[in-house]
């Protein structure tokens, strides 16, 4: 939570671990308050401070907040699973999505099945739209859209992604 | 530092510090050449140093997977500057929520179209049970027995029995039995008691009283409703009369008038008899005989 007024008596949980005085137009204080002093660290371990400070000031101002506390979650899923991270995370749900699809699909089947048994004269709903996932495994990890791991090759960069 | 002429190409990672690349760099086996790209996104975000440290972390078995989830995360930083991956996870989150709602409403839908597939098999049983009943009590009819206690309530239930007598027997019939009494007979029975196949207005008396008068002498007349029935069945209804009424037969002092009525009887007994299901049992015909025997004697 970014802090709205910055005192240099109290330096933000950045500068006080890298031990540097908190100067009124860091970069850090806003986002990493004296409260959270782990947020910064975890995201120095993975990150490291520069790496963050480049972000940060990549994206707009208003945006600064959300890339913080996602690098922070990002950072904080490293370190708790070194090998996959947050990939982990999304492995998991995108084979729970898929499950749900093949449920969703064996249910539809049956309504369909019963509607037509019944003579049901009214039209069944289509089945929701749902997108597209790819089945690209590597062992026990699922990379949901493949194209992912390849550089992205827009012309302009991204709003940060839709929620 | 610049690569020497003929030396292997140096991994994109190594390429791009412009050292030299060793046979045990770490990161070569990741990063080629041509993905020049790629390693960009994870220097960006991770820091060579730092992926670097990750590797050395782990288990050489487990630094294929741990890169590829570092690429990966790398890439949709790039995509995604703002929010990255974890973007991506509430996308998937409300994916799930989407299909779970989705999910509880065709299986709403779906138990909907099984209570209904479930009730019409239900009374698809009940008829069919109902018929198959109606068509034992028929066959017992036909046979000249009285049909079972618990028939009658089923006849009954069976709120919709048309009284429509296709088969409605005229005075002509009556002289001229049809060739096939049997058939003929139980069709009238048929058509008289029950049709199942036909749905019309409840007669809540008819099968059960036609049924009785033909069955039980002393009965009523029928409703008006079954006028049809009654048209025809008045074509017969004096001789249930005179072979029921036995008092009258039997007090009368009037010999003439009892055989009169003797004559009249037997032969209404034998045309009825004729009209009637020819299997008529033998029990009846030795009822019916058995007035005629007490009023001979008279």
């Known amino acids: 939570m970014a802090s709205s007024s910055h005192s240099s008596n109290f330096p933000c949980a950045a500068c006080k671990f890298l031990r540097r005085k908190c100067m009124p137009d860091c970069v850090f204080a806003p986002y990493f308050p004296p409260e959270e002093p782990q947020k910064f660290i975890n995201v120095h371990k993975i990150f490291g401070a520069s790496n963050v400070s480049k972000l940060i000031n990549e994206v707009a101002p208003h945006q600064r907040e959300d890339a913080v506390n996602s690098l922070a979650y990002e950072a904080e899923a490293r370190l708790k699973d070194p090998v996959y ?79 | 530092m610049t690569l020497k002429g003929g030396a292997t190409s140096a991994c994109a990672a190594c390429k791009y510090q412009r050292r030299k690349c060793i046979p045990e760099c770490l990161l070569a086996p990741y990063f080629p050449a041509d993905q020049t790209k790629v390693f960009q996104n994870a220097h960006k975000l991770f820091g060579v140093s ?42 998937l989150y409300y994916q799930i929520q989407m299909l779970e709602e989705e999910m509880h409403t065709v299986l709403t839908q779906l138990e909907m179209y099984r209570q209904h597939h479930h009730h019409q098999q239900q009374q698809h049983q009940h008829q069919h049970q109902i018929s198959s009943m109606a ?8 046979l000249g027995m009285a049909p079972s206690n618990n028939a009658l309530p089923l006849f009954n239930q069976v709120t919709h029995q048309p009284y429509t007598m ?36 409840s007669n809540n008396d008819s099968p059960i009283a036609i049924q009785s008068q033909l069955l039980v002498p002393n009965s009523e007349p029928l409703a008006d409703t079954q006028h049809q029935v ?42 009825t008899t004729q009209l009637m299901v020819g299997n008529v049992g033998s029990k009846d015909l ?6 005629f025997s007490l009023t001979s004697v008279n």
């Open chain 2, 50 to 91: 730092n992926i670097v440290k990750i590797l050395r972390s782990l288990d050489p078995s487990q630094h294929a997977e741990a890169m590829r989830s570092i690429k990966y995360q790398a890439n949709v930083r790039d995509r995604f500057p703002v929010y990255g991956c974890l973007g991506v996870i509430r996308q």
């Open chain 2, 166 to 201: 296709q088969n409605t027997y005229s005075s002509s019939d009556i002289d001229s039995p049809p060739k096939d009494n049997v058939e003929n007979n139980s069709l009238w029975i048929q058509h008289l008691f029950l049709d199942t196949n036909n749905h019309g207005t």
């Open chain 2, 230 to 271: 009654v048209q025809d069945y008045d074509e017969i209804h004096p001789f249930f009369d005179s072979i029921d009424d036995r008092q009258s037969y039997i007090d009368t002092k009037d010999a003439e008038d009892s055989s009169r009525a003797k004559c009249s009887s037997e032969e209404s007994l034998k045309e």
């Open chain 2, 286 to 291: 030795k009822n019916a005989a058995a007035c």
């Open chain 1, 85 to 163: 991270g947050c990939v982990g995370a999304i492995s998991i749900l995108q084979r729970q999505v898929l499950r749900l699809q093949r449920e969703l699909d064996a249910i539809h089947a049956d309504l369909i099945r019963y509607a037509t048994a019944t003579c049901n004269c009214n039209e069944m709903p289509p089945p929701m739209g749902r997108t597209c996932f790819h089945h690209n495994t590597s062992g026990n990890i699922y990379y949901p859209n493949p194209h992912w791991n390849e550089p992205y090759e827009g012309n302009g960069r991204s709003d940060g992604g839709s929620l």
């Open chain 2, 135 to 142: 068509d034992d009590v028929i066959s017992q009819l036909e």
